[in-house]
Every structure is written in structure tokens, then in C-alpha cells.
């Protein structure tokens, strides 16, 4: 998976899944009007969380995080109480139970006497949950459910959990989603051209440096890896003799590893010709989104 994003868990509606598309939907009018019975203030609709699957990069094997965040956001005098979480299990079945939902509370405790004169802050309302590929194929989980004991259930979303990905597959008015979650392997780096310009694909030269370092493509592991139509000039690789990975400095920063050369016009006395170009190649490690 690369840059994946989920939409929204949506409530009493279709926990849907996809790579870049968003569902907007009606939140539970009689329960989402009015302000909360404290200082909490319901500023935005509980109805939609986007979510996006995180790698856990100080996770054990099989380890994702699953990161939920309110479509709205909130700038002002404001803080901002943590969810309480709690995971149950059933046959076949794990529901994620939002005990105490996250929400924004007024700092309102010291006289203001201008309209900034607090320490104004940009706050969404979000939560993360861990869960562990391997945990939910021993309960040979095949749903994944959501819920919130103040505002109601979330609807469900079918998992297909093997070793190397989860498939999500969800239902909505507006039809099916189809999303899928890698386990790539610890030696997989990634390679890219971020100075390769709009029109370029500059993929073919990449498998040609990948491979003149002993890098092997993704999709000869992963039999039914397929990368994003939107993801350009950025290929995934296994590195089984370590070479690239052991030039990368840090998990969370591109490397320059190389440089390949593909050619643009020029135009000289002659008439139009083509000439060369070094372009620099980048490594990294799988990230959080990746």
C-alpha cells in the first residue's frame, strides 16, 4: 500500500474502504444536535471519521495502526479530551468500542481580554487503535465493526486476512470499495525520482538502476502486488543483498542512492536532439503511509 487513505467509518450507514475516495454521510441527527451535558462542545458531526491505515514502524511483526480522525477542524480556544478505547471480540468478529468518543473542551478558565488573547491552537478530533494481523487470523476475524456508546454503531466492513495483506471490501449507496493493506517484507526499500517532471515516467529506467544493484520488484514476492494507477516514479523492491538499504541514513528520510539519465530536447544549429540528463534516484524504507 502506498499513501493509502480510507474514508469514513459511517454511522448506520457502510464502513467503506478506498484508496482516494471520501463518503460523505448524514450523521444521527438526534443524537448529534446540541451542545455535550459538560464543557465539551459538539462543534463538529460525529457522523464520519476518515481513517488511514498507518504501518507501525515501532510495532512488533504484523502489527498496523488504524488512525481515525473527525472530517472537521477546529481553530480557537480550545483543547481537546482523548478517546477511551476498548477492543471486543466475537466469533469472526472484532468491534472497536469508542467507550468515551473524543471531543473538544472551551479553556475557558482565565479572563480573555482580547479576542487572542489565548493560546490559539488547530485541534481534530482523532484516535488511533493497534491491531495485529497475526491476532485477527488466530480468531479467524473476518469483519471489522465500529462503535460509539454515545452516538451509535458504525456499520461494518468484510477482512480478508492472509500473511502478506489484508483486503478490506466494504458496501455503500454509492457502491463497493475495494482496498488493500501490505506486509511488506523488512528488506523492501522504495525508489523514486521526485525531480522527474509531471509528464515523465521515468519507471523503466528505475527497474533498470533496481536492477543493475541486485534489487528484485515487489510483485515477484507479492504475487498480486499493484501499485496505485496514481503513484508515479515511485517503485518497491526487495533488496536481498542489502546493498541500497544499507546506504539509507535514517527510517523516515529519502537517501540519494544513484541517478539515472533520461533524455530531453535540445535545440542547436543542427535542429532538435536529445541529450542525456542525470536525474537523482532516492531510497527509503516503507513509511508511515506507505
Known amino acids: 500500500m502506498s499513501l493509502k487513505r480510507l ?22 441527527q438526534a443524537q448529534m444536535t446540541g451542545e455535550e451535558d459538560d464543557d465539551s462542545l459538539n462543534l463538529v458531526t460525529r457522523g464520519a471519521f476518515a481513517v488511514v491505515v498507518q504501518r507501525a514502524l515501532d510495532g512488533k511483526e504484523g502489527d498496523f495502526d488504524l488512525h481515525f480522525s473527525n472530517v472537521g477542524v477546529v481553530s480557537g480556544c480550545v483543547g481537546v479530551e482523548d478517546a477511551e478505547i476498548t477492543l471486543h471480540f466475537t466469533p469472526k468478529k472484532i468491534d472497536i468500542i469508542i467507550e468515551d468518543d473524543p471531543q473538544f473542551v472551551l479553556r475557558n478558565e482565565e479572563v480573555r481580554y482580547g479576542n487572542y488573547s489565548c493560546d490559539i491552537q488547530t485541534h481534530t478530533l482523532s484516535f488511533d487503535v493497534r491491531l495485529n494481523r497475526d491476532e485477527l487470523m488466530g480468531r479467524l476475524i473476518s469483519k471489522i465493526g465500529l462503535k460509539s456508546k454515545k452516538y451509535g454503531r458504525y456499520s461494518d466492513v468484510d477482512v480478508n486476512i492472509t500473511k502478506d495483506r489484508i483486503e478490506f471490501v466494504g458496501k455503500s ?17 522504495i525508489l523514486h525520482a521526485p525531480s522527474a517532471r509531471s509528464f515523465q515516467d521515468v519507471g523503466p529506467l528505475l527497474d533498470a538502476f533496481a536492477d543493475k544493484h541486485g534489487l528484485v520488484p515487489l510483485r515477484e514476492t507479492f504475487e498480486k502486488f499493484e501499485q496505485p494507477v496514481w503513484v508515479k516514479n515511485i517503485k518497491f523492491y526487495t533488496d536481498p543483498r542489502g546493498e ?14 544513484g541517478a539515472v539519465q533520461p533524455t530531453k530536447t535540445m535545440y542547436g544549429p543542427d535542429g532538435a536532439m536529445a541529450k542525456p540528463y542525470d536525474l537523482p534516484v532516492y531510497a527509503r524504507k516503507p513509511g508511515l503511509y506507505d
Request: glycine fraction near 6%.
Open 244 to 257: 541500497i538499504l544499507g546506504r539509507i541514513s535514517s527510517e523516515e528520510r529519502d537517501t540519494q542512492v
Open 7 to 28: 474514508p469514513l467509518f459511517t454511522l448506520l450507514a457502510v464502513f467503506a474502504l478506498s484508496a482516494v475516495n471520501i463518503l460523505v454521510v448524514q450523521p444521527v
Open 173 to 189: 449507496p454509492g457502491g463497493s470499495s475495494f482496498e488493500t493493506y501490505w506486509f511488506y517484507p523488512s528488506n523492501t526499500v
